[in-house]
């Protein structure tokens, strides 16, 4: 029999990566007066990250009286990899088996101008309106694609579906604002005693029918 799984903190100090940031940020903000403020607190709050000196829980078992302490997380979403990779794997298992059904989807990328990426980079708000209009423009396309390929009488009876992530760097760790949205229509039409059917298959499109809460 395999036993329990016993919890061994990490030794966040330890790490080449922290050794390098505790080191080089200070200096790095001495010299960078241009340096927004986000990444200076990403920064602070990674450097505090793990660190029992810097607060702590105090965790009692109720059956055996055992306690430890554990230090708090800085929970951060740019930065720290424990943070990160933590959250990273939740979501995962969250979309995987409670929200997507399990059906082919095609992702949608929207890429942006350097000088646009910048400046979504220091507005939240504006990201949020960018994505909207992606999102729309993603819907009307699949909406129109429905109707273009037979699956639904009118363009208005097509239901898209996605899940969109705004992802802030490129593959050299640049900072880099674009969008990802994983994207489906289903026909609202449902097929009697058929709760999924493939009913088209395009390069273009790929649309389901789907009804009832057959996920399998």
């Known amino acids: 029999m395999c036993g329990t799984p016993a919890y061994c903190p990490r030794r966040a100090e330890s790490s080449p990566l922290y050794r390098i940031v505790r080191q080089h940020f200070p200096r790095y903000r001495l010299n960078n007066s241009g340096c927004p403020p986000f990444v200076e607190a990403e920064f602070e709050s990674y450097l505090k990250c793990g660190i029992l000196d810097e607060g702590f829980a105090r965790v ?24 990160m990779g933590r959250q990273m794997a939740a979501h995962s298992v969250s979309w995987v088996d409670g929200l997507l059904p399990r059906i082919r989807m095609r992702q949608y990328v929207l890429s942006l101008p350097i000088p646009l990426r910048f400046l979504l980079a220091r507005r939240g708000k504006l990201q949020g309106v960018v994505l909207s209009i992606f999102i729309h423009v993603v819907f009307e396309y699949l909406r129109r694609k429905a109707f273009e390929l037979g699956i639904c009488d009118h363009g208005d009876e097509a239901m898209p579906g996605s899940i969109s992530v705004i992802q802030r760097f490129g593959s050299a760790l640049n900072l880099n604002i674009h969008y990802r949205a994983p994207g489906k ?16 298959h395009s390069p273009g499109i790929e649309c389901w029918a789907y009804g009832g809460n057959d996920m399998s």
């Open 185 to 200: 229509a289903w026909c609202s039409q449902l097929v009697k005693d058929q709760p999924r059917q493939e009913l088209a």
């Open 60 to 83: 009692l078992c109720d059956d055996c009286g055992y306690e430890r302490v554990v230090a708090f997380s800085c929970k951060g979403r740019g930065f720290c990899p424990s943070c």
